[in-house]
Structures are given as structure tokens and as C-alpha cells.
């Protein structure tokens, strides 16, 4: 049950902040909302009730919602009858982008509330510059195997001061990053004081992908972290710091999207709504800030990758508005039906694809 109902916070929050924020929209500038759902009724499954000329409902399948509305193309859209002020395709561009984007921009004023809510109450980490081991990390998982750390295996303790490495002094934490990161998958001598006596070993470092000038690439660790002070944040700098956070993740899909472009990661690298049960389901019984905080990834996730400019997504249909607000009359009936079929069927096979890289993750 704490799965189920973890999963419900993890993808019903950002999708219930999503679809409000088209239907926000849509009622700021006056385009009448017929249906407004989070989960999908397929098969008419699912919780209804109508309140003054929109369907409010829920689905029963919870991967997702929609906000339908008047005059946009669907399976009831008649071109042929005269263009309604209450209907979408009577607004102006730039009226059907802000309904169009403000779905995703919910989604990135929730993750940067979660993120802002937490630095304000529980401060924010920064890094005493000093190259003492605060704690040590006794396993780490690597390609889903967990495997002892090289700084278990080294016999690293907390409060270890690491001297030099390579036989290359090291003053500062920082120092002490650069060396192990530029050393992927090498050996590497380390020397440390304890108690006033200095001891030294040499180890191989492990491989991790990590995000390097825009480029996915393998850094070494040893599975230590340095000492850090809780910085208390002010209300306006827990504002600041919590966009920050939304950035730096946008940032890091955008990467991720790169490198699976350019092969640097495979597909099977992601996953889907399967996997994402387990993920909440774990997350919460590490803690509800740990949930909401994973909510908060999850809904940025969620944003961007609704404003790519892939047919049937609200980047696909941002992309049509612009075209024809540059040419200013609407794109033929078919042309708009024949981009609606090769989204769907675009995002039906990325669906399987997740599905069945999920089901290879589970099993």
C-alpha cells in the first residue's frame, strides 16, 4: 500500500499542478475548459461530476491527465464552423502559448517550492575546504551491483586528514576532488594521518558518470565526503537558492537528453512508471521530505519533457502556434491530424520501450 500511495504523491502532484495550470490559463483568457481530469478515464473508467459546463474527473489509470478544451483538435473538432471567442483556435499565439507552457510552468513552480520550503527550514550544506574524510561510504552500487568502496577497502576512517595523493600534497577538499576525479578506474596511492600517525595504501578507484563541462563523463571516487557547516537561509535567499536547484536539474536532463543522442548513454539508462512505483515506494520509507523531494525531481522531469517540440506533447503544440502565428492563418486539417498520428504513435512506442526497460530494472 505505501507503494501505491507513494506513487500517487510522486506523479499525482505534478501532474494535478500541471493540468491546473493549463486550465488556469485557459480560463485567463477566456477559452472555455470542457473536461478537466488527472489519471486517464479510458474506457470511461473512472470518478466524474460536471460543475458549471466542465467535466471534472478522475481516471482510473494514474499516468497522467488532461484538460481538454473548446476549438483545439481532437475527435469532435469541426473545421468547418465558424470560429467560437470562447474556443482556442480564436486566440492569438501568443493567448495559446501561455495556455499551451503553463502546465510545464507548474511544474517547475513546484519543484522550486518544494526545494525553497526545505533549504529555508533545514538550511543548506557548504564545504569545509579541508581534505578531512567526514564520512565514509562502505558500499557503493555500480551498474546495480553493490560492491565495497575503495575507501572501505583502503581502511579510510572519518576524521582521517588525507596528506597527499599520488605523492601529490593536497591542502584543501577541493585539491583532493580534482586528483581522484581525473583518475577513473586507476590506482592511486593514498597517504593520511590518524592520530598523529601517518599511514598510506594504494587502491583502485571506481568509475561513475557524472555531468563534466555539459559532457557525461567517468570520474573516479573513492566513497568518502568531506565536513560541511548547515547554512541558515533566508526566506528570499531560500527563494533564490530553491530556482537555482530547478535550474541546475533542467540543466542536467537537457545532458542527459544530449547524451543519449549522441550515444554517450543508451536508453537503457531510463525508466518508466513501473519503476517509478518502486522508486517512490523505497523513497518514502526513507522519509517524507526524502518523497517530497523526489516529487519535486520528478515534476521537473515531468516539465521539460512536455515542452519538447514533439508532436502531441505542449512543446508540439506550442511549435504549431508559432507557425501559425508567423503565417498567420491556421495549417490545413490534415496536415495538424497527420502530426497529432506521429506523436501518438512517437509516444506510444517510447511507452513500451520505457515499460519494457523497466521490467529488465525490476527483474
Known amino acids: 500500500m505505501i507503494y501505491l500511495l507513494s506513487f500517487i504523491i510522486v506523479i499525482g502532484l505534478p501532474v494535478f499542478l ?12 477566456g477559452i472555455k475548459v470542457e473536461k478537466f481530469y488527472v489519471g486517464f478515464n479510458l474506457f470511461g473508467l473512472g470518478y466524474k461530476k460536471e460543475y458549471r459546463g466542465t467535466e471534472y474527473g478522475i481516471g482510473l ?30 486566440k492569438n499565439m501568443f493567448q495559446k502559448i501561455w495556455f499551451l507552457s503553463a502546465g510545464v510552468l507548474m511544474n517547475f513552480v513546484l519543484s522550486s517550492v518544494i526545494f525553497s520550503f526545505f533549504i529555508f527550514s533545514d538550511g543548506y550544506p557548504e564545504i569545509i575546504d579541508v581534505p578531512i574524510v567526514n564520512e565514509i561510504t562502505p558500499e557503493l552500487t555500480i551498474e546495480e551491483e553493490t560492491v565495497i568502496s575503495p575507501a572501505a577497502s583502503l581502511g579510510l576512517q572519518n576524521g582521517d586528514e ?7 600534497k593536497v591542502n584543501t577538499w577541493t585539491d583532493l576532488s580534482k586528483i581522484i576525479h581525473d583518475n577513473p578506474n586507476n590506482e592511486i596511492s593514498v597517504k593520511w594521518m590518524r592520530n598523529e600517525q601517518i599511514l598510506s595504501s594504494s587502491v583502485t578507484t ?45 540543466n542536467q536532463i537537457l545532458y542527459s537528453l544530449k547524451a543519449l543522442f549522441n550515444g554517450t548513454v543508451t536508453f537503457g539508462d531510463f525508466f518508466g512508471p513501473l519503476y517509478l512505483v518502486k522508486m517512490a515506494g523505497e523513497t518514502a520509507q526513507a522519509g517524507m521530505k526524502s518523497l517530497f523531494l523526489l516529487t519535486a525531481m520528478i515534476s521537473v522531469n515531468l516539465g521539460l519533457i512536455n515542452i519538447l517540440p514533439i508532436p502531441g506533447l505542449d512543446g508540439g503544440h506550442v511549435f504549431i502556434a508559432l507557425i501559425e502565428g508567423l503565417i498567420r492563418r491556421e495549417l490545413p486539417l490534415k496536415v495538424k491530424y497527420g502530426i497529432q498520428l506521429t506523436g501518438f504513435i512517437f509516444i506510444m512506442s517510447l511507452f513500451i520501450l520505457v515499460l519494457y526497460n523497466d521490467i529488465n530494472h525490476l527483474m
Open 162 to 168: 588525507i596528506i597527499s595523493i599520488n605523492n601529490i
Open 18 to 29: 500541471h493540468e491546473l495550470g493549463h486550465f488556469m490559463a485557459a480560463r485567463s483568457v
Open 61 to 90: 489509470f494514474p499516468l497522467g491527465g488532461y484538460v481538454k478544451v473548446a476549438g483545439i483538435l481532437d475527435e469532435s473538432f469541426d473545421a468547418s464552423t465558424k470560429k467560437e471567442d470562447y474556443e482556442f483556435r480564436s
Open 206 to 250: 571506481f568509475p561513475m558518470k557524472q555531468f563534466v563541462d555539459g559532457e557525461i563523463k567517468d570520474i573516479g571516487i573513492l566513497g568518502i565526503s568531506p565536513k560541511y557547516n548547515i547554512i541558515e537561509a533566508s526566506f528570499f535567499e531560500a527563494i533564490s537558492k530553491g530556482i537555482n536547484q530547478t535550474l541546475v536539474l533542467l
